[in-house]
């Protein structure tokens, strides 16, 4: 068995391990970073593409950001279809902001360029990562990789390991609270290279179902469609997609839309999911980790982002001045933007999507599009929540 140290141990190669990888790097902290999976197997999995401004800004503070400012593309406005119509929440001249849609394997990218360049040291496909001693000061993680054991002795470890992570089952039930809601639906995504004939998001609600007109680039579309929990990937064709997704989409944009070949097809259940706190003892949960978000929102990404912003400032704080006072904080500040933001998606989920409830349900639901469609003060809230709310300053 080979034994080795590092101050920091992040557990999960995606968007908030990397991420949290690089900002420990530029605050000259060292990190070991462990995945599960190969660097090609992260990068193939298609999932967000709308990022906040916060994201944008700390992706820049970063130095990751050369790309997406290059290829980002900037969306002041997003629509809602309803009833055969589209209404345009207008986020710019809302609230000041706009969002920015990049693919979260494009971020992937530069944040995996960004630690091979740095020299930092990752480990892809560690098998049976386990966790000791996160109660006490001198946690450890063992892992085997390529056949041979290993074993990591490190000052905290950070657990960045998804929804089905290790991270997360490690801590004592018995010390964490969970507040969870399953949805009785999924999202069927495609991903296709064709131009996109809708210039901004378009969410749907219809009579048939969700659909989101989507894209990752001017030549690459990525649309869903709400599905059953018991679908299968393989009862889609392509033809069968794009019919259901032209009849959701509404008239005018259906006429528009080249039946392309799909790249890419999943399903995703849709859950809410939150556990508190997100520490114990030496063992810090950031992201999908400590939390899941409906998709409806675009905020899940963006979460782990900023849980990240607020775990690195901790832990620098931690080695500068040897202060605990901002790592004892760190569950609480970041519950606070979590919960709005599982609030948001909660609300866009519901607002849009086919319920099995009743007729009185449905009306709600028409009623609250219809009053949004009709008060700049509704438009504004929502378009406050899209874009984000903003991250706590130190
Ligand atoms: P993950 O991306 O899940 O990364 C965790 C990593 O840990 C994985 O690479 C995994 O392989 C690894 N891992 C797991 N277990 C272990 C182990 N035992 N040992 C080592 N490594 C392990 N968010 C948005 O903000 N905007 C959007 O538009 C949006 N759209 C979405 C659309 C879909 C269809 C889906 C499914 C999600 C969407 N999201 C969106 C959510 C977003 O993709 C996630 O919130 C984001 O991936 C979270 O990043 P993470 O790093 O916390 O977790
Ligand atoms: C996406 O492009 O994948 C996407 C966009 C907006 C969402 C969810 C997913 O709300």
């Keep these: ?27 000259g902290i060292d990190a070991l970073l462990l995945e599960r999976r190969s660097a090609e197997y992260v990068l193939g999995r298609i999932r967000a593409g709308v990022l906040e401004q916060g994201t944008v800004d700390v992706l820049e503070r970063a130095g990751v950001a050369a790309r997406l400012r290059e290829e980002g ?27 920015t849609v990049y693919g979260q394997t494009d971020m992937t990218r530069d944040l995996m360029e960004a630690r091979a360049a740095s020299g930092a040291d990752s480990l892809y496909e560690a098998e049976d990562v386990q966790l000791h001693d996160i109660g006490g000061t001198q946690p450890r993680v063992s892992f085997r990789h390529r ?21 997360r089952p490690s801590i ?3 010390q964490l609270s969970v507040f969870e809601r399953v949805y009785p639906f999924g999202w069927l995504g495609l991903l296709a290279d064709v131009p996109p004939p809708w210039s901004e998001l378009v969410y749907a609600n ?13 030549t690459r579309v990525r649309c869903y469609v709400q599905c059953g929990l018991d679908e299968r990937v393989e009862d889609w064709s ?42 114990f003892g030496r063992l810090f949960l950031a992201g999908d980790a400590a939390h899941i978000v409906p998709p409806t929102g675009a905020k899940g990404l963006n979460l782990a982002v900023s849980d990240v912003c607020y775990l690195h400032e901790a832990l620098r704080d931690y080695y500068r001045e040897r202060s605990e006072r901002p790592l004892d904080e760190y569950s609480a500040r970041c519950l606070r933007r979590v919960w709005k933001a ?39 809230s929502m378009a406050e929540n899209y874009v984000g709310l903003p991250l706590e300053a130190r």
């Design 1 to 27: 068995m080979t034994r080795r140290r590092t101050q920091v141990a992040i557990i999960g190669g995606g968007p908030a391990g990397l991420l949290l990888g690089q900002l420990l790097h530029r605050a």
């Design 73 to 99: 593309l900037v969306h002041d406005g997003v629509e809602i279809g309803f009833q055969g119509r589209r209404h345009r929440i207008a986020l710019k001249s809302l609230v000041g902001k706009s969002v």
């Design 147 to 167: 056949g041979a054991s290993h074993e990591i002795d490190c000052d905290f470890i950070a657990g960045c390991d998804g929804f089905h992570g290790v991270c």
């Design 172 to 174: 004592p039930a018995n």
């Design 206 to 218: 219809s009579e048939r179902g969700f659909a989101l007109a989507s894209m990752r680039s001017p």
């Design 238 to 279: 392509d033809v069968r997609f794009w019919d259901e997704f032209r009849r959701r989409i509404g008239e005018e944009i259906a006429d528009q839309v080249t039946l392309a070949p799909s790249i890419e097809k999943s399903i995703a259940p849709l859950r809410s999911f939150v556990v508190e706190p997100l520490r």
């Design 342 to 380: 599982e609030r948001f998606s909660w609300w866009m989920t519901r607002q849009l999507h086919l319920f099995p409830g009743d007729a009185f349900d449905r009306r709600m639901q028409q009623t609250e599009l219809e009053y949004l469609f009709e008060s700049k003060a509704a438009q504004a």
